[in-house]
């Protein structure tokens, strides 16, 4: 666990619906995971603001073994690396599909969900093809 | 800047590995201690002649300060003490450590030894999950990937950048499994096929069971000394021409990218160290714990084009007699992975090789050979050029 304040707004986001992430006011770079200063220039100066919740899938997996007991009733899910519409990339799980409705570069939407132990965490979806 | 005043100024002197695979009566810290001592005599020294010592902590039997309680354990007074953890990378970075401790006078004679008991000390899942900490704990443990997991997003981007298939993957496995029937010490020693590896059943797609390294105990040590007082000493010193590291993130959710880790960097800074390229490399030892590991390698250290390596290995490169055999003990897909020391018996084999000692598996032409450890989940690299000559 983390007694961190950025840690923790990120997390209130969460249980509002919201992933937040920080934009340098200095040179506009969007990070994920937050911190405190921007990685890209070390400016302090950095505001949150609410994702679009669109993405693409960089990579993806098929999670076969559950890791702990929390997992056991979850497996088989698809785990991902998602490419956030702003620029910054993050582990995730996309649900509601099988694993053959994912690929690379397939577009996901954002939700939030109970995975595991712990509440509202960031998922995704397959945004169905256009016909 | 290029450090060449490491290259030539050390070498190794004494190897030596510990009963490997399941060795359930033996703890992490026994394991320690018997490698140490074995390489020191094969070196043919006295523990009093030690005067510095590297470990690192083990999974099983965690140690708060590992370096001194194997120190104590072993009754040597060090001037030169620590215990360090960067993962399976640890083990080549800490001999870079070393060597520039030796040429600026630290210590004279040091022995690094590396041992855990995952198997046998360990529940399965307590291994699994101590392993799969190296995921971030605020934002991607909690999505619950095992190891394999983390590996599978870097197999599957590769594949879908460049098109390399499961059969390519597999083709590591059974190139490193021809090697192990030929050691009498590996894990596991029956042949297998591409079909074997492709049959076995998926842990997170595209890496089947076998294309994961096995779960064992087992510990390796070795003595570096300067190469001045390496002549003195009974065997053929085995000379570091050059070593270079590279860090590009911890999670992998933070690299730069999936598909070129920074075993490009330390590649490149090891080769201008030795002033060598890869046409000098007689064979390599390359970090093994999932067989897109091994790929990614190949291309970043430059063995073929990036994106080429799918090709590289069903050429046949990585068997006894191709191109460029790798992992000639086994690897730690099939001789064996005690965890963090996994790829200090990849270092002990490469010792053994170069002193022409291996036996039936010995590579006639063995002169020189680049050996290539990596931690995390491809985040922290370091890249090791070892000669029977100095260059």
Partial sequence: MSNSAIDAHFRDGCEQGQLRLQRCTACEYVQFYPRVACSACGSDQLKWFVASGQGKIASYTVVRLPISQQFADLVPYVAALVDLQEGPRMMSVIVDSSPDQVCVGQAVRLAFRQWGSAEQQPIFTVVAPQN | ?391
């Fill in chain 2, 1 to 391: 800047m290029v450090m060449s005043g490491l290259r030539n100024s050390v070498a190794f002197v004494g190897s030596a590995d510990t009963e490997v695979g399941v060795v359930p009566g033996l703890s992490a810290t026994e394991l320690c201690v018997q490698a140490a001592l074995s390489a020191i005599h094969d070196a043919g020294l006295d523990k009093s002649q030690v005067d510095g010592l590297i470990t690192c902590n083990a999974m099983a039997q965690p140690i708060m300060y590992h370096a001194e309680a194997m120190a104590e354990y072993l009754q040597i007074f060090p001037r030169y003490c620590m215990s360090v953890n960067t993962g399976g990378g640890t083990t080549f970075s800490i001999i870079h450590h070393a060597a520039a401790a030796i040429v600026t006078g630290m210590a004279d004679t040091i022995v690094i030894s590396m041992a855990d008991s995952l198997r046998s000390g360990m529940t399965r899942e307590q291994a699994a999950k101590t392993q799969s900490s190296t995921g971030h704990p605020l934002y991607e443990q909690i999505y619950g990937l095992p190891v394999p997991a983390y590996y599978a997003l870097i197999a599957q981007a590769h594949m879908a950048e460049f098109g390399t298939r499961e059969e390519h993957y597999a083709e590591i496995a059974v190139a490193t499994r021809e090697h192990a029937v030929n050691n009498p010490a590996a894990q596991k020693r029956d042949r297998i096929s591409i079909d074997d590896v492709l049959s076995s059943r998926l842990i997170a797609d595209p890496l089947h069971l076998l294309d994961c390294s096995l779960v064992s105990d087992g510990g390796a040590a070795v003595v570096l000394t300067s190469a001045e007082r390496a002549k003195d000493l009974p065997n053929d010193p085995v000379y570091l021409l050059g070593v270079g590291e590279g860090h590009s993130h911890e999670h992998i959710s933070q690299a730069r990218t999936l598909t070129t880790s920074a075993a490009k960097e330390s590649g490149q800074r090891a080769f201008a160290m030795a002033g060598l390229t890869v046409n000098d490399i007689d064979f390599a030892q390359l970090y093994d714990c999932f067989t897109p590991t091994v790929l990614i390698e190949l291309e970043d250290l430059g063995f073929c084009a990036k994106g080429e390596g799918g090709a590289y290995v069903a050429s046949g490169a990585l068997r006894s007699g191709g191109a460029l055999p790798v992992n000639t003990h086994g690897g730690m897909l099939s001789h064996c992975h005690s965890g963090n020391p996994g790829s200090m018996f990849a270092l002990t084999e490469t010792i053994q090789q170069l002193r022409h000692a291996t036996g039936p598996r010995q590579l006639d032409t063995a002169q020189t050979a680049l050996v290539h450890a990596q931690g995390g989940i491809m985040s922290s690299h370091t890249t090791m050029i070892l000669g029977r000559e100095p260059c």
